[in-house]
């Protein structure tokens, strides 16, 4: 897969580092569906992303996806809870890939940890942005649920997520699926979050899987998970339910 830099400047963060990787052979007019990873680089490396998806596209099991792989450069300040994020990302970083690429429908965004937090922030406060959200992991601190509050964001990220519990409405179109780790200390809030999505009538999926939080187990999720959620066909999860 081809891969080219490129820097978004002018954001309300400052400049954003990303590589869009693209099938070799594709032109930049082919239109073609758009995944968006947080801690790209870090997803490639240890998780083998591209790779994956490069064996995926191989097989027939999905069709040729471009990759934007996003750098996080401050990460904790960009990920944990941060509306301005949200922002770049939505009005900033996606109308340049958008401009330099054709694209094919809405596109995915992924994230593990603080980058599921932020994925679902920024489909959130900018919805019908995202056609599909896999968020891994989620950081999504609660009190009085997670021993977490030495952590800088924690009222940031707290704040959020009990926005999104007071949520009554479907807050957008896109499918969200979440997935966890059984031995690790998000599952409780990750449990939670689901429910809460669903509840306010959102389309999710949530499936626990054997694993940590760790690079290991979010690349084990990938398969089935994310390779289905990429195929556009229903849903992938173990656990699937739309809330009434």
Not at 16 to 42: F, Q
Not at 100 to 117: E, Q, R
Not at 161 to 169: E, L, N, Y
């Amino acid at each position: 897969m081809a891969r080219t830099k490129l820097t978004v400047t002018g954001t309300p963060v400052g400049d954003v580092e990303l590589a869009v990787v693209s099938p070799v052979g594709s032109a930049r007019r082919d239109p073609l569906p758009l995944l968006v990873a947080h801690d790209g680089p870090e997803y490639s490396r240890r998780a083998h992303l591209v790779s994956r998806l490069r064996s995926a596209t191989a097989d027939g099991r999905v069709p040729p996806t471009r990759v934007v792989l996003l750098e996080p450069g401050p990460r904790n300040e960009r990920y944990a809870a941060n509306p301005l994020w949200a922002e770049a990302l939505a009005e900033h970083v996606l109308p340049r890939v958008h401009t330099a690429y054709a694209t094919d429908g809405k596109p995915a965004l992924m994230g593990a940890s603080l980058g599921a937090l932020a994925s679902l922030q920024a489909e959130w406060l900018h919805p019908g942005t995202f056609g599909a959200l896999f968020l891994q992991s989620g950081s999504f601190f609660r009190k009085r649920v997670d021993d977490e509050e030495d952590f800088e964001f924690w009222d940031r990220v707290t704040a959020f997520v009990t926005g999104v519990r007071r949520a009554r409405r479907r807050r957008t179109d896109a499918h969200l699926v979440l997935t966890c780790g059984t031995d690790e200390g998000n599952l409780a809030n990750n449990r939670q979050m689901a429910h809460t999505l669903a509840r306010s009538g959102n389309r999710v999926s949530f499936s626990e899987l054997p694993g940590r939080h760790d690079w290991r187990s979010w690349e084990a999720a990938f398969d089935p998970l994310l390779l289905t959620l990429l195929q556009g066909s229903g849903s992938p999860g173990s656990s699937s339910r739309r809330g009434t």
